[in-house]
RNA sequence: GCCGACGUAGCCCAACGGCAAGAGGCACUGGUCUUAGAAACCAGGUGAUGUGAGUUCAAAUCUCACCGUCGGUACCA
């Protein structure tokens, strides 16, 4: 054993044994727990960087952490290895994609190899590999049968800078999720693939995984798969022999309906075009127009649409309403047609604010939420019934037109709006409105008695639309009824009637993956004139990408310019075709790679379903949290698919999800210099207590701004990892990538940080250095269980067994409940006791040998995980186990409750929940003897002699609080 | 705007509702060593637990409101 801790001669050593003992491959194995730690494959991009050492430290850790308690680990590693980076190095600098990127796999992989992670390399994938995507086209034929691919003509994302199309979790926040360039809409055909056939089991699912995944990913699912519950309603075109379906979430404010609005991509305009002013149909195409810009993030766009003079009937009231086309109605949602409500919905109300549309208030608060009294707050005002015969709706809509708030307040009210629990709708009311209004005459004197006038709350008009719930007003025979009935009955009067239904939408779209790429897998597909669309055979995957294409850049697809592959012969017929030029968008090599991994050379099928059962699901999965909803959803989907064809049998591929932080770094910015400045170039002032008061320019004296940003090249905050390897050592730059902050934060990277995990490891080399002889002379070499045969006698070496064990327990705490940082802290202050052991080696009693040799297993054990390499070394100089940690037996090491407890107990002791005193006690003291204790203690005589004892509470091993009067 | 998370020492962070707020690291200050510095070692805790209310014998911890930071989302009817 060298003197001094040498990081890179230690971490070679181990590395190569590593190799040599395949100690970190793995075969299932029916007998054994297994455990599957994964981590998201990276993208090749030839340098690895922190966030990489990052997230694979964390996987390791768990993984190394598992291997020691006994589990049978798999912990494999891949390339996500097609994409746009080694398709831009083509187009930029000439080199083959293929070439670029297996230099680029060797490269990251041999960085992989010096950081010392633990993978079973034999699993190894990539991606871009034919016997990889070839199965990417075998889902997609499979998908294809079942009727979850097809290919539509259709609006989709364009990013003019990347030059290709992107699905809706690609372009959401409408930028690309890889430049951050506004995103574009232009009509191409496109495959997708039905993930919407899904939506409620991705929804549902969650259940299932709820316990395992931080909350956050499962509420941004939730929010973008966007689940809706409500109502479709059909309004009759007037005059026509058809429908316009809304849907709606509020079915119950339909009688606050002030117009129908459609999509100007709607077909009602299209079949009703002749009909049509041209000024309507410029601000149809001024609307479409504006629809395709790109839009900034956040920026609102102000309402825009035209009457276009159709008509359409509210079923429920008979009122006629004009139809609008409206540029916030989306074709794409919904029916692409809304009714517009301005008093309950604010886009509606701005909207009818803009074209001064009436607005009508259908929906009063309660002002009392109990018992059968409801008071209806109402308007008044702006109560318009309708007559049998509809003349009403004409005479309003003029007047509102005039002006809405006015009109709101001055139409004086003649049919009072009555408080009612549960007035009863005859059910065989009629559809038309008279009959409605006769209903609605009936239920207002049978309850008028109960009326209360309740004018004071009226508003003179409508400065907001109010969405919450209430009781409705204004709403024929519903009127008086609570929000939450009304919509319920109204939906089943719709249905009765035949004009509407209930109905669910989801904001979730399908997912369109093809991409006008070259290095990406090739869609198997082939048209033929004669037979059309044609599925390739699967005897005949993979189609293979060429060699190389004509990269143009120009966001059409290189294949098509490549004879070799687009002519073909169709599978059909075998006269002559053409193949599908656009390749797979790359989240669908993601969406299954880590079920390769468990059986990576199969050649015939993705994977073997048996094996798969016995390594899968995912037990814990670790990554960066910007993939919460494409690759998260992408897969969870793919899973579901999977099992559906019967390849696996359960429904949710990933128990776990820890999503790891950014690594930032800190940055200076010279205004002088109007740039980013290296960090040597810069001088920090600090006050007294340590506290950054300012940061100077070295050169000239000039201020510098401080901040912790993303590292980048071009701030000069980026650290390489290679360099910190160098210098450090792996094992170093891993303790400090756990030990900064909690995984899931946000992690500052500090040279002074990393230091400090050197100073540590170097702290217990110097331990085992020194206590080594001893421990081999004192005959203490072999392993210790973790239980001695005798209890220690000794004071000192009691007290650091207590301490090895309450280490041992917290450790394991820890890590059960995935806090990776907290570990470090508690072996520190191991390493901490025991230099402040106070026993020379080559003096201490057999008692103390145990206790230090105890102590420094422990310690070197538990920080293996962390430090593999060094815990490797350390233990063979401990042991002289030479092939391992982990082929010499040994394993986690398991805390001896009774070791770890103290032998007294410090029992605070409050009165009034102030601490006046303290007891010590034996642990487990009984209540009754604690409370005793407590009473007669002098301290505290002096705060309870002379008052009145009211209650005493005793929290056993913790505290008394005596409280008095 | 809406949804969610988080606010503890100069900084990163600990703390089953229970001790006088502190484990660990960084920074800072002093010391040992050194010609000096660095490294290493030793010692030192610097605070309205964001603000305000509530629940409780007892609140950093639970509840509510507000403020701030970060993230997601944005006409989703």
Same mark, same amino acid.
């Given at each position: 054993? @060298?003197?001094?801790? =040498?990081?890179?001669?230690?971490?070679?050593?181990?590395?190569?044994?590593?190799?040599?003992?395949?100690?970190?491959?793995?075969?299932?194995?029916?007998?054994?727990?297994?455990?599957?730690?994964?981590?998201?494959?990276?993208?090749?991009?030839?340098?690895?960087?922190?966030?990489?050492?990052?997230?694979?430290?964390?996987?390791?850790?768990?993984?190394?952490?598992?291997?020691?308690?006994? =589990?049978?680990?798999?912990?494999?590693?891949?390339?996500?290895? =097609?994409?746009?980076?080694?398709?831009?190095?083509?187009?930029?600098?000439?080199?083959?994609?293929?070439?670029?990127?297996?230099?680029?796999?060797?490269?990251?992989?041999?960085?992989?190899?010096?950081?010392?992670?633990?993978?079973?390399?034999?699993?190894?994938?990539?991606?871009?590999?034919?016997?990889?995507?070839?199965?990417?086209?075998?889902?997609?034929?499979?998908?294809?049968?079942?009727?979850?691919?097809?290919?539509?003509?259709?609006?989709?994302?364009?990013?003019?800078?990347?030059?290709?199309?992107?699905?809706?979790?690609?372009?959401?926040?409408?930028?690309?999720?890889?430049?951050?360039?506004?995103?574009?809409?232009?009509?191409?055909?496109?495959?997708?693939?039905?993930?919407?056939?899904?939506?409620?089991?991705?929804?549902?699912?969650?259940?299932?995984?709820?316990?395992?995944?931080?909350?956050?990913?499962?509420?941004?699912?939730?929010?973008?798969?966007?689940?809706?519950?409500?109502?479709?309603?059909?309004?009759?075109?007037?005059?026509?022999?058809?429908?316009?379906?809304?849907?709606?979430?509020?079915?119950?404010?339909?009688?606050?309906?002030?117009?129908?609005?459609?999509?100007?991509?709607?077909?009602?305009?299209?079949?009703?075009?002749?009909?049509?002013?041209?000024?309507?149909?410029?601000?149809?195409?001024?609307?479409?127009?504006?629809?395709?810009?790109?839009?900034?993030?956040?920026?609102?766009?102000?309402?825009?649409?035209?009457?276009?003079?159709?008509?359409?009937?509210?079923?429920?009231?008979?009122?006629?309403?004009?139809?609008?086309?409206?540029?916030?109605?989306?074709?794409?949602?919904?029916?692409?047609?809304?009714?517009?409500?301005?008093?309950? @919905?604010?886009?509606?109300?701005?909207?009818?604010?803009?074209?001064?549309?009436?607005?009508?208030?259908?929906?009063?608060?309660?002002?009392?939420?109990?018992?059968?009294?409801?008071?209806?707050?109402?308007?008044?005002?702006?109560?318009?019934?309708?007559?049998?015969?509809?003349?009403?709706?004409?005479?309003?809509?003029?007047?509102?037109?005039?002006?809405?708030?006015?009109?709101?307040?001055?139409?004086?009210?003649?049919?009072?709006?009555?408080?009612?629990?549960?007035?009863?709708?005859?059910?065989?009311?009629?559809?038309?409105?008279?009959?409605?209004?006769?209903?609605?005459?009936?239920?207002?004197?049978?309850?008028?008695?109960?009326?209360?006038?309740?004018?004071?709350?009226?508003?003179?008009?409508?400065?907001?639309?109010?969405?919450?719930?209430?009781?409705?007003?204004?709403?024929?025979?519903?009127?008086?009824?609570?929000?939450?009935?009304?919509?319920? /009955?109204?939906?089943?009067?719709?249905?009765?009637?035949?004009?509407?239904?209930?109905?669910?939408?989801?904001?979730?779209?399908?997912?369109?993956?093809?991409?006008?790429?070259?290095?990406?897998?090739?869609?198997?597909?082939?048209?033929?004139?004669?037979?059309?669309?044609?599925?390739?055979?699967?005897?005949?995957?993979?189609?293979?990408?060429?060699?190389?294409?004509?990269?143009?850049?120009?966001?059409?697809?290189?294949?098509?310019?490549?004879?070799?592959?687009?002519?073909?012969?169709?599978?059909?017929?075998?006269?002559?075709?053409?193949?599908?030029?656009?390749?797979?968008?790359?989240?669908?090599?993601?969406?299954?790679?880590?079920?390769?991994?468990?059986?990576?050379?199969?050649?015939?099928?993705?994977?073997?379903?048996?094996?798969?059962?016995?390594?899968?699901?995912?037990?814990?999965?670790?990554?960066?949290?910007?993939?919460?909803?494409?690759?998260?959803?992408?897969?969870?989907?793919?899973?579901?698919?999977?099992?559906?064809?019967?390849?696996?049998?359960?429904?949710?591929?990933?128990?776990?999800?820890?999503?790891?932080?950014?690594?930032?770094?800190?940055?200076?910015?010279?205004?002088?210099?109007?740039?980013?400045?290296?960090?040597?170039?810069?001088?920090?002032?600090?006050?007294?207590?340590?506290?950054?008061?300012?940061?100077?320019?070295?050169? @000239?004296?000039?201020?510098?701004?401080?901040?912790?940003?993303?590292?980048?090249?071009?701030?000069?905050?980026?650290? /390489?990892?290679?360099?910190?390897?160098?210098?450090?050592?792996?094992?170093?730059?891993?303790?400090?990538?756990?030990?900064?902050?909690?995984?899931?934060?946000?992690?500052?990277?500090?040279?002074?940080?990393?230091?400090?995990?050197?100073?540590?490891?170097?702290?217990?080399?110097?331990?085992?250095?020194?206590?080594?002889?001893?421990?081999?002379?004192?005959?203490?070499?072999?392993?210790?269980?973790?239980?001695?045969?005798?209890?220690?006698?000794?004071?000192?070496?009691?007290?650091?067994?207590?301490?090895?064990?309450?280490?041992?327990?917290?450790?394991?705490?820890?890590?059960?409940?995935?806090? =990776?940082?907290?570990?470090?802290?508690?072996?520190?202050?191991?390493?901490?006791?025991?230099?402040?052991?106070?026993?020379?080696? @080559?003096?201490?009693?057999?008692?103390?040998?145990?206790?230090?040799?105890?102590?420094?297993?422990?310690?070197?054990?538990?920080?293996?995980?962390?430090?593999?390499?060094?815990?490797?070394?350390?233990?063979?100089?401990?042991?002289?186990?030479?092939?391992?940690?982990?082929?010499?037996?040994?394993?986690?090491?398991?805390?001896?409750?009774?070791?770890?407890?103290?032998?007294?107990?410090?029992?605070?002791?409050?009165?009034?929940?102030?601490?006046?005193?303290?007891?010590?006690?034996?642990?487990?003291?009984?209540?009754?003897?604690?409370?005793?204790?407590?009473?007669?203690?002098?301290?505290?005589?002096?705060?309870?002699?002379?008052?009145?004892?009211?209650?005493?509470?005793?929290?056993?091993?913790?505290?008394?609080?005596?409280?008095?009067?």
């Amino acid at each position: 054993m @060298d003197e001094k801790y =040498f990081p890179q001669k230690i971490e070679r050593k181990w590395q190569r044994r590593w190799a040599e003992n395949k100690t970190f491959e793995t075969e299932a194995d029916d007998s054994k727990p297994k455990f599957y730690a994964l981590e998201m494959l990276p993208y090749p991009s030839g340098r690895l960087h922190m966030g990489h050492v990052r997230n694979y430290s964390i996987g390791d850790a768990l993984a190394w952490y598992k291997r020691l308690q006994g =589990f049978n680990v798999l912990h494999p590693i891949g390339w996500d290895s =097609f994409g746009q980076p080694a398709e831009q190095a083509a187009i930029k600098k000439g080199v083959n994609p293929r070439d670029w990127t297996e230099d680029n796999i060797k490269q990251l992989r041999e960085q992989f190899q010096r950081l010392g992670i633990g993978y079973d390399w034999r699993r190894e994938i990539a991606t871009h590999r034919p016997e990889y995507y070839k199965f990417d086209q075998w889902f997609f034929l499979k998908m294809l049968e079942r009727g979850l691919a097809y290919k539509k003509m259709t609006k989709v994302n364009w990013c003019p800078h990347d030059q290709t199309t992107l699905s809706n979790e690609q372009a959401s926040g409408g930028v690309c999720w890889r430049c951050g360039n506004p995103v574009e809409k232009k009509d191409l055909a496109q495959w997708f693939l039905r993930i919407t056939a899904y939506a409620e089991e991705l929804l549902s699912g969650m259940e299932e995984i709820e316990a395992g995944w931080a909350e956050r990913v499962l509420t941004m699912q939730k929010n973008w798969i966007g689940k809706s519950e409500g109502a479709f309603v059909d309004f009759a075109v007037k005059d026509a022999d058809e429908n316009i379906r809304v849907f709606t979430t509020r079915i119950d404010t339909i009688y606050g309906a002030n117009a129908i609005v459609v999509a100007a991509e709607h077909p009602i305009i299209e079949a009703h075009q002749a009909e049509l002013s041209k000024k309507v149909l410029d601000k149809i195409e001024e609307i479409k127009r504006e629809k395709a810009k790109p839009t900034d993030y956040g920026e609102e766009i102000e309402k825009d649409g035209i009457d276009t003079g159709l008509k359409a009937v509210n079923p429920f009231s008979g009122e006629e309403l004009p139809v609008w086309i409206g540029n916030y109605v989306m074709m794409e949602y919904g029916t692409g047609a809304v009714m517009s409500v301005p008093a309950h @919905d604010e886009r509606d109300f701005e909207f009818a604010r803009k074209f001064n549309l009436p607005i009508r208030q259908v929906i009063s608060q309660k002002t009392h939420s109990s018992g059968e009294n409801v008071q209806v707050m109402t308007s008044g005002a702006d109560v318009q019934p309708l007559d049998a015969n509809n003349k009403a709706s004409g005479a309003r809509a003029k007047a509102s037109n005039a002006d809405v708030s006015s009109s709101n307040a001055d139409v004086p009210s003649d049919n009072p709006h009555v408080p009612s629990d549960n007035p009863h709708i005859p059910s065989e009311v009629a559809r038309n409105s008279g009959d409605v209004s006769q209903s609605e005459a009936q239920v207002s004197e049978n309850l008028s008695s109960t009326s209360q006038p309740a004018s004071d709350n009226a508003p003179s008009s409508i400065e907001a639309a109010t969405t919450d719930y209430g009781i409705l007003i204004n709403s024929g025979v519903w009127s008086g009824k609570r929000s939450q009935d009304a919509k319920r /009955e109204m939906v089943e009067f719709a249905e009765a009637n035949d004009f509407g239904e209930a109905a669910t939408t989801y904001r979730l779209r399908d997912w369109g993956i093809s991409r006008q790429r070259f290095w990406g897998a090739p869609i198997p597909i082939v048209y033929c004139d004669k037979c059309g669309t044609v599925p390739e055979k699967y005897e005949n995957l993979p189609v293979r990408l060429p060699d190389s294409a004509p990269f143009t850049g120009a966001g059409e697809s290189p294949l098509a310019r490549v004879p070799e592959f687009v002519d073909t012969t169709c599978p059909n017929c075998n006269e002559p075709a053409r193949r599908e030029t656009d390749t797979m968008d790359t989240f669908v090599d993601s969406s299954w790679y880590y079920f390769r991994y468990a059986d990576a050379h199969n050649a015939a099928m993705p994977f073997d379903p048996k094996i798969i059962n016995y390594w899968l699901p995912v037990d814990q999965y670790i990554g960066g949290v910007d993939h919460a909803v494409m690759h998260l959803l992408y897969t969870r989907f793919w899973t579901k698919v999977m099992r559906d064809i019967g390849l696996v049998k359960f429904d949710e591929p990933i128990e776990k999800l820890l999503t790891q932080g950014m690594v930032v770094g800190e940055s200076f910015y010279s205004n002088s210099k109007s740039s980013y400045v290296p960090p040597d170039e810069v001088k920090i002032i600090r006050d007294a207590k340590g506290k950054v008061v300012e940061a100077k320019l070295r050169a @000239d004296n000039s201020p510098v701004k401080v901040a912790v940003e993303k590292m980048s090249k071009s701030k000069y905050n980026g650290v /390489e990892p290679n360099d910190m390897i160098a210098i450090y050592g792996a094992d170093a730059a891993r303790i400090f990538a756990l030990f900064a902050a909690p995984a899931e934060n946000e992690m500052v990277w500090q040279e002074t940080g990393i230091e400090g995990a050197v100073r540590f490891l170097q702290r217990v080399y110097r331990l085992v250095y020194r206590w080594r002889s001893a421990l081999r002379a004192g005959g203490r070499w072999s392993v210790v269980s973790g239980q001695s045969e005798k209890p220690s006698q000794n004071a000192e070496a009691r007290n650091l067994r207590r301490k090895t064990h309450q280490t041992i327990k917290r450790v394991t705490e820890n890590f059960e409940s995935y806090q =990776f940082n907290t570990p470090v802290a508690a072996l520190m202050e191991l390493s901490n006791a025991l230099g402040d052991f106070k026993v020379e080696p @080559d003096k201490a009693n057999d008692d103390e040998l145990f206790a230090a040799n105890e102590a420094l297993q422990s310690l070197i054990l538990m920080l293996a995980p962390y430090a593999p390499h060094f815990a490797e070394e350390m233990w063979e100089n401990l042991t002289g186990a030479e092939n391992g940690i982990l082929q010499s037996g040994a394993r986690f090491p398991v805390a001896d409750e009774t070791l770890a407890k103290a032998d007294e107990i410090e029992i605070p002791i409050q009165v009034n929940g102030k601490l006046r005193s303290r007891v010590l006690a034996a642990p487990e003291t009984a209540k009754e003897a604690l409370e005793a204790a407590a009473l007669a203690d002098e301290r505290v005589k002096q705060y309870t002699d002379g008052k009145q004892v009211v209650k005493i509470v005793v929290v056993p091993n913790r505290l008394v609080n005596i409280v008095v009067k």
